[in-house]
């Protein structure tokens, strides 16, 4: 009998939690190859410790020190403990081919399409960090906002990153002209996925960062996305989460 994996993800305030794009990839990609997995929420503040604690494998900073991240996952089947969302998606693939998230041998032109959809994003990264610190804990979101604080300029302070006025204009229109890109590649493919009528792990990495959106913005913030391009986004994430059984 298959024992369920164990899945990291991290705690939030808000209703179920998820709300990372990174760790939503491969609960995901889980329900959607039906793998049996449990979640174990880590507080964001507890992530280093956490995850050195259980062995993860650690990230590299510019400056040479670790860094503990999730999405981890422990496959008790195995015995692997994979760290990364791209890396837990390509184990899975070698590991439970069943029901394909890599079809075709795609797995180096989605690599690649991963690194260019978070280029569309980031951006727009300064308004999207504020509201992710608004759905941690106290505790957490200081931590956040002391690490992420290390991503833009160290002489902005954080509540001065994307205020609302022209600042926050900015960020709207930068994020809206990555998602009219975005939109020009869906309209290359002749079906409802980056891949025509297969469905990849590319949908999926478009999807997690649309659930987070929907997840940590206010209701009008993401109406308002929700109403760009003919109204594709919502479309895409309800036909991602459907796909996966996550409805």
């Given at each position: 009998?298959?024992l369920?994996?164990?899945?990291?993800?991290?705690?939030?305030?808000?209703p179920?939690?998820?709300?990372?794009?990174?760790?939503?990839k491969?609960?995901?990609?889980?329900?959607?190859?039906?793998?049996?997995f449990?979640?174990?929420?880590?507080?964001?503040?507890?992530?280093?410790?956490?995850?050195?604690?259980?062995?993860?494998?650690?990230?590299k900073?510019?400056?040479?020190?670790?860094v503990?991240?999730?999405?981890?996952?422990?496959?008790?089947?195995?015995?692997?403990?994979?760290?990364?969302?791209?890396?837990?998606?390509?184990?899975?693939?070698?590991?439970?081919?069943?029901?394909?998230?890599?079809?075709?041998?795609?797995?180096?032109?989605?690599?690649?399409?991963?690194?260019?959809y978070?280029?569309?994003?980031?951006?727009?990264?300064?308004?999207?960090?504020?509201?992710?610190?608004?759905?941690?804990?106290?505790?957490?979101?200081?931590?956040?906002?002391?690490?992420?604080?290390?991503?833009?300029?160290?002489?902005?302070?954080?509540?001065?990153?994307?205020?609302?006025g022209?600042?926050?204009?900015?960020?709207?229109?930068?994020?809206?002209?990555?998602?009219?890109?975005?939109?020009?590649?869906?309209?290359?493919?002749?079906?409802?996925?980056?891949?025509?009528?297969?469905?990849?792990?590319?949908?999926?990495?478009?999807?997690?960062?649309?659930?987070?959106?929907?997840?940590?913005?206010?209701?009008?913030?993401?109406?308002?996305?929700?109403?760009?391009?003919?109204?594709?986004?919502?479309?895409?994430?309800?036909?991602?989460?459907?796909?996966?059984?996550?409805?």
């Open positions: 009998m298959m369920p994996l164990i899945l990291y993800d991290i705690l939030s305030k808000l179920g939690n998820n709300w990372s794009p990174n760790t939503a491969p609960r995901f990609a889980l329900s959607y190859k039906d793998l049996p449990v979640t174990v929420w880590v507080e964001y503040s507890d992530i280093h410790s956490t995850m050195k604690a259980i062995g993860a494998k650690p990230n900073r510019p400056d040479g020190s670790d503990y991240t999730v999405p981890v996952l422990s496959d008790p089947n195995t015995g692997s403990l994979i760290s990364d969302s791209l890396e837990i998606a390509s184990y899975l693939e070698k590991t439970y081919p069943e029901k394909p998230i890599f079809p075709n041998n795609s797995e180096p032109l989605i690599r690649a399409f991963d690194s260019a978070m280029g569309l994003i980031f951006p727009a990264m300064k308004f999207i960090a504020i509201r992710c610190a608004e759905v941690l804990s106290p505790a957490s979101a200081k931590f956040f906002i002391r690490v992420r604080s290390a991503d833009f300029p160290p002489e902005i302070p954080w509540d001065e990153l994307s205020p609302e022209p600042k926050r204009d900015a960020d709207w229109e930068l994020l809206e002209k990555g998602y009219n890109t975005a939109y020009k590649w869906y309209q290359k493919s002749d079906g409802k996925w980056i891949m025509g009528e297969t469905f990849s792990y590319a949908d999926i990495i478009v999807a997690c960062w649309l659930l987070m959106l929907k997840r940590i913005l206010k209701d009008d913030e993401w109406a308002r996305i929700s109403s760009w391009n003919g109204g594709k986004w919502a479309q895409v994430l309800a036909d991602v989460e459907k796909e996966c059984k996550l409805t």
